[in-house]
C-alpha cells in the first residue's frame, strides 16, 4: 500500500533563514511518481514539482531545491532564503503507475510559518 | 493560462439536502479527479473519471455519485448531507494520456462546503 510520512507537522523560521520539508513514502511498485504541492492560507493547492522513480536527479527551481533519494525513500523539499510569502501548507504526494489507478495519496502536510 | 474551475465557490447547506458541485477541467484534460480536505487533514481522494468513464473509486460514501460530461466537465452529487461532509472538495484535472502515464494532477480552488 501507498503510504507518505511528513514527520515536521509544523516548522516555524524567521524569514532569510533556509528550512527543509522532509517526505518519506512506502510504495511496492517500481514505477511511481513523487509531488509536493502548497496550500497558502487562501486554501487552493498550488503544483511545486512532479519526479518520477527513474529520475533521480535533484532539482533546483529559484530558491526552491529537491532532494530525490530512492535508497531512502525520501523526497525533501528546501527552500533557501525563506521569504514571509513562503508560508503555507505543503504536501508531498504519491501517485503509482500500475494498476491504472492514477490517485495522489497525501502526507499530512507540513505548516511553514516564516516570520518576518 | 486557463486552470480549472470550480462552482460554486462556496455551500451552505442543511443536514439532508443535497448539493452539487461542479468542475471545469483545463480545455484538452480529459482526466478528472475529486479529492475531500477535511478540516486541519490531508486531501483524499474520492473517485475519477477518464474519457468519460469512472476510472478509479477512493472513500467516497454511497451518498455520493459523480459523472463526467462529454464536454469533460464532472458534476458531484452529495444526497443526505450530514454535517461530517463539511469540507473543502477539490476538482483537479489532468492529460490522461491514456492512461499510459501519469501527468501531474492541477487543482481547482475548491469548494467548500458547510453543512448545518
Known amino acids: 500500500a501507498q503510504k507518505v510520512t511528513q514527520a515536521q507537522t509544523e516548522i516555524s523560521v524567521v524569514e532569510k533563514e533556509d528550512v527543509t520539508l522532509d517526505c518519506v513514502y512506502e510504495?511496492?511498485?517500481?514505477?511511481?511518481?513523487l509531488f509536493w504541492y502548497k496550500q497558502p492560507p487562501s486554501g487552493e493547492l498550488v503544483f511545486l514539482i512532479r519526479r518520477n522513480s527513474f529520475d533521480e536527479q535533484n532539482e533546483i527551481s529559484g530558491r526552491y531545491s529537491w532532494n530525490f533519494q530512492k535508497s531512502t525513500s525520501s523526497f525533501n523539499f528546501t527552500i533557501t532564503a525563506s521569504q514571509v510569502v513562503d508560508s503555507a501548507v505543503y504536501f508531498c504526494?504519491?501517485?503509482?503507475?500500475?494498476?491504472?489507478?492514477?490517485?495522489?495519496?497525501f502526507g499530512k502536510g507540513t505548516k511553514l510559518t516564516v516570520n518576518p | 493560462a486557463a486552470g480549472v474551475i470550480q462552482s460554486p465557490r462556496h455551500l451552505i447547506k442543511e443536514k439532508r439536502e443535497t448539493a452539487t458541485l461542479k468542475c471545469y477541467p483545463i480545455?484538452?484534460?480529459?482526466?478528472v479527479y475529486w479529492y475531500q480536505q477535511g478540516p486541519g487533514q490531508d486531501p483524499q481522494f474520492l473517485i475519477s473519471?477518464?474519457?468519460?468513464?469512472?476510472?478509479d473509486k477512493g472513500s467516497i460514501p454511497d451518498r455520493f455519485s459523480a459523472q463526467q460530461f462529454s464536454d469533460y466537465h464532472s458534476e458531484l452529487n452529495m444526497s443526505s448531507l450530514e454535517l461530517g461532509d463539511s469540507a473543502l472538495y477539490f476538482c483537479?484535472?489532468?492529460?490522461?494520456?491514456?492512461?499510459?502515464?501519469?501527468?501531474?494532477?492541477?487543482f481547482g480552488p475548491g469548494t467548500r462546503l458547510t453543512v448545518l
Open positions: 504526494a504519491l501517485s503509482e503507475a500500475q494498476g491504472g489507478s492514477e490517485k495522489l495519496v
Open positions: 473519471f477518464y474519457e468519460k468513464m469512472q476510472s
Open positions: 510504495t511496492r511498485d517500481t514505477t511511481y511518481y
Open positions: 480545455p484538452r484534460h480529459d482526466t
Open positions: 483537479a484535472s489532468s492529460d490522461g494520456q491514456g492512461g499510459f502515464q501519469q501527468d501531474t494532477q492541477y
